[in-house]
């Protein structure tokens, strides 16, 4: 049998996740159960998501209301919010204009720490970029205690592998202030850099914001 959403752990439902971590937080199939709201007796809404998405975002978008009816599972009032969804992002895109933004430790840092100043938690979140340093995607991925926000090497190969990531630049806060990175974060800066390689990604950075500045593991030679 398949699982319901109504039968996950709260911090797996998309919703919730949305909710507590922000929309960044979901894969291309979990926005899209939040779009239908309900699956199908065999299929919850992140299963019937991902048929949807077998021929791509490009693919998809191209159908009109009454192909996506068509469906199994769909129906008038899933296909319609679905065609005002790509309806929307093809406006969003007509208000900005041009190639994604290149990747700018300084400047990502920046605002990085600006956002995080007022954080009482580490928040570990990670830049997917394609092979010329432009950035596809940014996700806040775990939210963690005041000095842990260590997740699973497993959770970013999702998202980068989600992206059609070739670079991955991750970024933490420190709410003691002090940007050092930790043995631990070390640690897992390894681990992680081993393990994206098996997937063809290249750990291009890891960032550790503090109050007042930041650390580069790469600008310390640490690749």
């Given at each position: 049998?398949?699982?319901?959403?109504?039968?996950?752990?709260?911090?797996?439902?998309?919703?919730?996740?949305?909710?507590?971590?922000?929309?960044?937080s979901l894969s291309d199939a979990e926005l899209?159960?939040?779009?239908?709201?309900?699956?199908?007796?065999?299929?919850?809404?992140?299963?019937?998501?991902?048929?949807?998405?077998?021929?791509?975002?490009?693919?998809?978008?191209?159908?009109?209301?009454?192909?996506?009816?068509?469906?199994?599972?769909?129906?008038?009032?899933?296909?319609?919010?679905i065609i005002a969804a790509f309806e929307l992002a093809r406006r969003l895109a007509k208000d900005?204009?041009?190639?994604?933004?290149?990747?700018?430790?300084?400047?990502?840092?920046?605002?990085?720490?600006?956002?995080?100043?007022?954080?009482?938690?580490?928040?570990?979140?990670?830049?997917?970029?394609?092979?010329?340093?432009?950035?596809?995607?940014?996700?806040?991925?775990?939210?963690?205690?005041?000095?842990?926000?260590?997740?699973?090497?497993?959770?970013?190969?999702?998202?980068?592998?989600?992206?059609?990531?070739?670079?991955?630049?991750?970024?933490?806060?420190?709410?003691?202030?002090?940007?050092?990175?930790?043995?631990?974060?070390?640690?897992?800066?390894?681990?992680?850099?081993?393990?994206?390689?098996?997937?063809?990604?290249?750990?291009?950075?890891?960032?550790?914001?503090?109050?007042?500045?930041?650390?580069?593991?790469?600008?310390?030679?640490?690749?």
């Open positions: 049998m398949h699982e319901l959403i109504a039968d996950m752990p709260m911090d797996e439902r998309p919703r919730e996740r949305m909710l507590t971590h922000g929309a960044k899209l159960a939040v779009l239908l709201g309900s699956g199908i007796r065999d299929k919850n809404a992140i299963e019937l998501g991902r048929d949807l998405l077998r021929g791509g975002f490009s693919a998809l978008a191209q159908c009109d209301a009454e192909q996506l009816a068509k469906w199994e599972g769909m129906g008038v009032a899933k296909s319609t919010r900005k204009p041009g190639d994604p933004p290149h990747f700018d430790v300084n400047t990502f840092s920046r605002g990085f720490i600006a956002r995080s100043r007022s954080m009482t938690q580490e928040h570990l979140g990670a830049l997917f970029l394609d092979s010329r340093s432009r950035v596809l995607r940014e996700r806040e991925i775990y939210v963690g205690t005041a000095s842990r926000a260590l997740v699973s090497t497993r959770e970013v190969i999702r998202y980068g592998l989600d992206a059609n990531a070739s670079g991955v630049v991750l970024f933490h806060n420190h709410p003691s202030g002090d940007p050092s990175p930790s043995k631990e974060d070390l640690s897992y800066t390894k681990k992680i850099r081993s393990s994206l390689r098996l997937v063809d990604m290249h750990l291009v950075d890891h960032i550790i914001a503090g109050a007042q500045g930041f650390t580069s593991l790469s600008a310390r030679g640490f690749r």
